[in-house]
């Protein structure tokens, strides 16, 4: 675990957008999304397939990200 990492977790306000890298059995695996809770063993964040419950022991890192890039505006066939 990084004790860094569980930090900064714990310290975020709700909804802020973030990467959190857990391990999962046979390596890692990110949660890119909006942090919905952390207590004092889980957190939970809201990535764009659903809600992601990550056990703070096992964070390997962590970090706020930005906003997602808006999307792309659909092309016309006529152009």
Known sequence: MSE???R???QAEAGTRVV????IEGGVTDAVGYL???DGAVCVVETKRGLVS???ADI?????VPPPPAPRPRRRLDD
């Open 36 to 38: 919905r809770s952390c």
């Open 20 to 23: 959190v890298r857990g391990r």
């Open 60 to 64: 390997v890192a962590a970090k706020e």
């Open 54 to 56: 990550i056990v703070l």
């Open 8 to 10: 900064f977790v714990m």
């Open 4 to 6: 860094a990492a569980a």
